[in-house]
């Protein structure tokens, strides 16, 4: 029963994996935006460089979404499950709230397209 729960994990895994890239690639960076501005902007500010009205009252600062150097380097897997599940998913702060309620899967792609249009230097889908 374990074994068998065990490896249904871990194709549920594998096909998430495998899912990630092609999803990011069709997310649609306008779409994007307009939910960023609405839901994230008001910690990560619009533009995304992390300083949005409530940042200055958090105790852990939000991340410059616009810094590619810090932003490339995170696959589109990591940043569905932060957005999606909130920061405790990836070991991060749990003032990064969980979205998975408010934004369809497609709309979390959205919004990671649009965060990768931010980024300076460029992204470059691997
Ligand atoms: C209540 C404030 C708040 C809101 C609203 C918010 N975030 Fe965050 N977010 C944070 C904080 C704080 C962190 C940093 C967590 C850490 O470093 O431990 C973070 C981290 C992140 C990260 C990880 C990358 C990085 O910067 O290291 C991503 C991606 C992200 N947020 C995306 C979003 C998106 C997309 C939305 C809107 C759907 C959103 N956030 C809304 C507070 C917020």
Redo the contacts with the bound molecule.
Sequence with gaps: MRSMMDRGIGILVGLALLAAPAAAAQGDPKAGRE??NK??S???GVGGR?D?P??AS?P??????SDGT??NV?TDTY?FA??KQG?PA?Q??Q???P?GT??KDQQ?WD??AY?RSLAVPRYKAP
Excluded: A, D, F, T
């Design positions: 939910l960023y839901w994230c008001s910690c990560h992390g949005g409530v940042s958090l852990v600062k939000p991340g410059n979404h810090r932003m995170l940043l932060i957005v920061g990836v991060k702060s003032m990064m709230p979205w408010q934004l979390i919004v990671i965060m």
